[in-house]
């Protein structure tokens, strides 16, 4: 790996302890290129390549790890979605508001494209398809299930609907049909709606 | 065109009218083949050769009422559009739910796998992007919006957030979640979260 070795000597004010520590370090930027590029060509258009020379490591380093692309693009979508470290503060629509305005600012940037590649991925990779089902939107819906649950009840007919109603607006309004959004504004609307006391239920 | 000339005259229980009627029937078999290409193979993969063959037409009387893809592609689009003839009935209540189920019902099917080759095109193609757009989800979002100012009233601030929530998480549901939907039994759950009153509005 002599890339990943010229590249921790060059920097004189950190002494460099090999090893563990510094391929994690490396590895945050091997995703977060992989998280790059995908927002940039796609899915489909990723070579392992360009994300070995965009992060300036070589290309063994990120086989080593991850040794098919699927792989690397599975951890790159697990690591984000453990970064969005959805907040809970005990204020179940505040919550909820919060999380929609941080996914409508995501959109609103390089995420809505990044959206309609990883849709196009899935109707021809059922592998990709899995894992952005089983990594960014189940997630999600659960923790925005959760929330809901804890004021409507956890019996409330609807928690499903509407705990994918705010993601699905989100992205159809963004994505797909390329609508400007206020993130704030849009989300408090949204969170309305979803808390709204359902007519002939209580 | 001799593939035309023999077609028409195969039928010998019809007198066969040549020019006008004869070519408007051969228009909506073209077009339903090119909305079924495009279910089977996308519209990238879409070729008008096998439009013409599927049709049983000569490739230039496909071109010469269409002089390229993206225009027998529209033509497409907007037939289909304009065959779902969305029903009013004064019940708004009652319309949109019946849209939902019409909606559903298509998503069920082939239709999930058409929206996601749509999109995938949208991502690169400009051109489909605006089309699907202004074809198929403008029409909708205004029918829908139309019904629900009817019933919330032409103020209501949530007006076009309720028109994208129905085909909004309709989309997400099947599409992009995959998940199986009861067409009638979902759109009934819709329907009353669209028209539940805003708490702090009226």
Same mark, same amino acid.
């Given at each position: 790996?002599?890339k990943?070795?010229?590249?921790?000597?060059?920097?004189a004010?950190?002494?460099?302890k090999?090893?563990?520590?510094l391929s &994690?370090d490396?590895s945050d930027?091997?995703?977060?290129? #992989? /998280?790059? %590029?995908?927002?940039?060509?796609g899915? *489909?258009?990723?070579?392992?390549?360009?994300?070995?020379?965009r992060?300036?490591?070589?290309?063994s380093?990120?086989?080593?790890?991850?040794?098919?692309?699927q792989?690397?693009v599975r951890?790159?979508?697990q690591?984000?979605?453990?970064?969005?470290?959805w907040v809970?503060?005990?204020?179940a629509?505040?919550?909820?508001k919060?999380?929609?305005?941080?996914?409508a &600012?995501?959109?609103?940037?390089d995420g809505g494209?990044t #959206? /309609?590649? %990883?849709?196009?991925?899935?109707r021809t *990779?059922?592998?990709?398809?899995?894992l952005?089902r089983?990594t960014?939107?189940d997630?999600l819906?659960l923790?925005?299930?959760?929330l809901l649950?804890s004021?409507?009840?956890?019996?409330?007919?609807d928690l499903d609907?509407r705990a994918?109603?705010g993601?699905?607006?989100l992205?159809?309004?963004?994505?797909?049909c390329?609508?400007?959004?206020?993130a704030?504004?849009?989300a408090?609307?949204?969170?309305?709606?979803l808390?709204a006391p359902t007519?002939g239920?209580?």
């Open positions: 790996m002599p990943l070795d010229e590249e921790a000597n060059t920097d004010s950190v002494a460099p090999r090893g563990r520590r &994690e490396r930027v091997i995703l977060s290129t #992989v /998280l790059e %590029l995908i927002n940039e060509v899915y *489909d258009q990723l070579r392992v390549q360009d994300v070995a020379d992060a300036n490591v070589g290309l380093t990120i086989y080593r790890r991850w040794p098919t692309k792989d690397v951890a790159a979508l690591c984000e979605e453990a970064a969005q470290k809970t503060t005990g204020d629509r505040a919550d909820v919060s999380t929609l305005v941080k996914l &600012e995501n959109l609103a940037g494209q #959206v /309609l590649g %990883l849709l196009a991925t899935m *990779d059922p592998e990709v398809r899995d952005f089983e960014m939107l997630h819906h923790h925005l299930r959760t649950a004021e409507l009840g956890e019996d409330h007919p609907l994918s109603a993601p699905a607006i992205i159809y309004t963004a994505a797909i390329g609508k400007p959004m206020d704030e504004a849009m408090e609307r949204l969170a309305d709606l808390f007519p239920l209580g």
